[in-house]
């Protein structure tokens, strides 16, 4: 892409930059950008179009609705070097999904558009402001949290604010708290929610040679519904209350970089959730998941494959009224794709997702494979 074709001396000012920070003071930074006429700013764009076949639209545990579809999608991203010790990140994608022979389903949408700033000091502090707006339109499992209520159609777009300040322990150690304030706005059946919390982040990094990641994340997040009431243990609703949950998650994840070259890399989590009600914890659920992804390129050729396992242990929903029998739901998500660079700009993709969700519920069991293709153009 045109946007980095200097990449390699940018990387190298970088180097000499942080070099001599601690000599000459964050202004060399600057007046080095300068004298090489190289700016901090960055841009990479890209559009891609293709189309594609999914045997199951609707995530039907009965009848599964088949259809082939075509997609155009979006990306853009801005990046500011941190040459002054200030860094800027701007994301936007997007994709739109229009099948061709569905009864059910007519499309699938979703767009997120994130920025981020980061100011570090004197190598040892960092603040940051994360500011996030997503929309949804598409087929969407919502059986974990709801209420009689399993595969909708979800409809609704959010906004998020997330503040952070992290400091340096050395030897590539950072520990991190943030903040989250969120709300999340659906049409019928689902419920609009604020979502507010912290979260402590303890990070390991080593960027030299091979280059490897440990996170360790704490999260802890209170959402509180605008209409929906707390449930009794049998599952009836309890008229003129207000339902909230809290929610506590825990996850490791590790992130590797297995040659000198780059070219191998493996990322790993595993982690648990703990959604708590107010109430009288019909909605208490214990999820535990791993997932695993890799990605290896080779010349013109990309390859990423990615398997996710979640298991949900629900504390009192059963399976019907007439067993004690308690509720348990899996879901299994795997992708395998791989990209061609065609020429400078243009490059080909392909990819195949299959989604599986086992339950001892039968309404609550479904799978679906889509395959598509396409080609990307960056501009």
């Known amino acids: 892409m045109p946007c980095f074709s200097h990449a390699r001396?940018?990387?190298?000012?970088?180097?000499?930059?942080?070099?001599?920070?601690?000599l000459a003071g964050e202004g060399i930074e600057a007046s080095l950008s300068e004298a090489l006429g190289?700016?901090?700013?960055?841009?990479?764009?890209?559009?891609?179009?293709?189309?594609g076949y999914k045997d199951n639209t609707t995530l039907s545990a009965f009848s599964a609705d088949a259809s082939p579809f075509l997609l155009v999608g979006a990306d853009v991203f801005v990046l500011r070097a941190p040459w002054d010790g200030t860094e800027f990140q701007f994301l936007f994608t997007g994709e739109d999904r229009r099948y061709l022979d569905s009864d059910e389903t007519e499309k699938e949408q979703t767009f997120l558009a994130s920025s981020h700033v980061r100011r570090c000091f004197d190598d040892a502090w960092k603040l940051?402001?994360?500011?996030?707006?997503?929309?949804?339109?598409?087929?969407?499992?919502?059986?974990a949290t709801e209420l009689d209520?399993?595969?909708?159609?979800?409809?609704?777009?959010?906004g998020l604010v997330r503040p952070s300040v992290g400091r340096a322990l050395g030897r590539g150690?950072?520990?991190?708290?943030?903040?989250?304030?969120?709300?999340?706005?659906?049409?019928?059946?689902?419920?609009?929610?604020?979502?507010?919390?912290?979260?402590?982040?303890?990070?390991w990094e080593k960027e030299r040679g091979e280059g490897s990641m440990l996170l360790l994340t704490y999260e802890v997040l209170r959402r509180s519904y605008d209409d929906r009431v707390e449930a009794s243990r049998q599952g009836v609703p309890i008229e003129g209350t207000e339902l909230e949950f809290v929610q506590q998650k825990v996850e490791c994840s590790w992130q590797r970089t297995w040659d000198e070259g780059r070219r191998w890399r493996t990322a790993t989590r595993i982690g648990l959730d703990l959604n708590r009600d107010n109430g009288s914890g019909y909605f208490d659920y214990d999820r535990y998941h791993v997932s695993e992804q890799v990605r290896l390129r080779w010349g013109r050729v990309t390859a990423r494959a990615r398997v996710g396992i979640s298991y949900y242990?629900?504390?009192?929903q059963t399976v019907s009224d007439l067993t004690r029998e308690k509720r348990h739901k899996m879901l299994i998500t795997v992708t395998a794709g791989a990209d061609y660079r065609v020429g400078r700009r243009l490059k080909a993709f392909g990819e195949y997702e299959y989604e599986r969700s086992v339950s001892n519920q039968d309404y609550d069991a479904y799978r679906a494979n889509t395959v598509f293709g396409g080609f990307e153009y960056e501009f």
């Open 38 to 51: 190289i700016s901090p700013w960055n841009l990479a764009a890209g559009a891609r179009v293709g189309g």
């Open 173 to 203: 150690l950072w520990f991190e708290i943030e903040g989250l304030a969120g709300r999340y706005f659906f049409e019928e059946p689902l419920d609009d929610y604020w979502e507010l919390g912290p979260r402590f982040r303890l990070r």
């Open 9 to 22: 001396l940018t990387c190298a000012i970088c180097v000499l930059a942080f070099a001599v920070r601690g």
């Open 128 to 143: 940051g402001l994360e500011g996030q707006y997503f929309y949804l339109d598409q087929i969407f499992d919502a059986s």
């Open 313 to 316: 242990d629900y504390a009192l």
């Open 149 to 158: 209520v399993g595969v909708v159609r979800a409809v609704g777009h959010s």
